[in-house]
């Protein structure tokens, strides 16, 4: 079984996270791309993003795991977000 599996299963995506969950997602999230998984890992960071928007610190992993699966597109957004973040605190 691989790190990633079952991270995110059915109730827990019905459930409002909290900012600990999301935390914990993201640590989740950082062991998965450390081994490779990194289309699991960008699951698990979006959910992280869509329950915590201003998660800077998954916005920023987001960029560089899409930058490195070659989603360029994807990573200029997630960067962008990121950025954006850093000039609204």
């Given at each position: 079984?691989?790190?990633?599996?079952?991270?995110?299963?059915?109730?827990?995506?019905?459930?409002?996270?909290?900012?600990?969950?999301?935390?914990?997602?993201?640590?989740?999230?950082?062991?998965?791309?450390?081994?490779?998984?990194?289309?699991?890992?960008?699951?698990?960071?979006?959910?992280?993003?869509?329950?915590?928007?201003?998660?800077?610190?998954?916005?920023?992993?987001?960029?560089?795991?899409?930058?490195?699966?070659?989603?360029?597109?994807?990573?200029v957004l997630c960067a962008e977000t990121a950025k954006h973040l850093i000039?609204?605190?």
């Amino acid at each position: 079984m691989s790190i990633g599996a079952g991270v995110l299963n059915r109730r827990e995506t019905r459930q409002a996270p909290t900012n600990q969950d999301a935390d914990r997602y993201f640590k989740k999230a950082l062991e998965c791309a450390a081994v490779g998984e990194f289309t699991e890992a960008i699951d698990t960071l979006h959910y992280v993003t869509k329950s915590c928007p201003d998660h800077l610190q998954a916005w920023t992993a987001k960029a560089m795991l899409y930058r490195l699966v070659g989603n360029k597109k994807m990573a200029v957004l997630c960067a962008e977000t990121a950025k954006h973040l850093i000039k609204t605190k």
